[in-house]
Nanobody
Framework: QLVQSGGGLVQTGGSLRLSCVFS??????FAWFRQAPGLEREFVAA????????YYSDSVKGRFAISRDNIKNAVYLQMNNLKLEDTAVYYC??????????????????WGQGTQVTVSA
């Protein structure tokens, strides 16, 4: 139901765009999470169905942008000015979280397969 693409190897300061295509986007909110080796999965960004409001973690705010295309059933994560600490496996997710749960991975029921992003010096 969710197919991710994008990712790869980039130098610090570079950019990448991740994409996620869903079978159905109506009424859902979407998010990106990431997980680095040995660490827990962490919230990166989300866009709610209602109003299209966006949310970001402090570590990516101002560098990353989440967007959605309801015609293409897709969600994107544009990542600019990448840093070494952005290296992780990135996952897209779909769900219907309440506002207070938008950053909580447990609020999302459908997940992409994950894609590796590696930032090198």
């Amino acid at each position: 139901q969710l197919v991710q693409s994008g990712g790869g190897l980039v130098q610090t300061g570079g950019s990448l765009r991740l994409s996620c295509v869903f079978s159905d986007v109506s009424g859902y909110s979407f998010a990106w999470f990431r997980q680095a080796p040995g660490l827990e999965r962490e919230f990166v960004a989300a866009v709610r169905w209602s109003g299209g409001h966006t949310y970001y973690s402090d570590s990516v705010k101002g560098r990353f942008a989440i967007s959605r295309d309801n015609i293409k059933n897709a969600v994107y994560l544009q990542m600019n000015n990448l840093k070494l600490e952005d290296t992780a496996v990135y996952y897209c997710a779909r769900g219907r979280p309440i506002l207070s749960e938008v950053r909580n991975a447990r609020a999302y029921k459908s997940w992409g397969q994950g894609t590796q992003v590696t930032v090198s010096a």
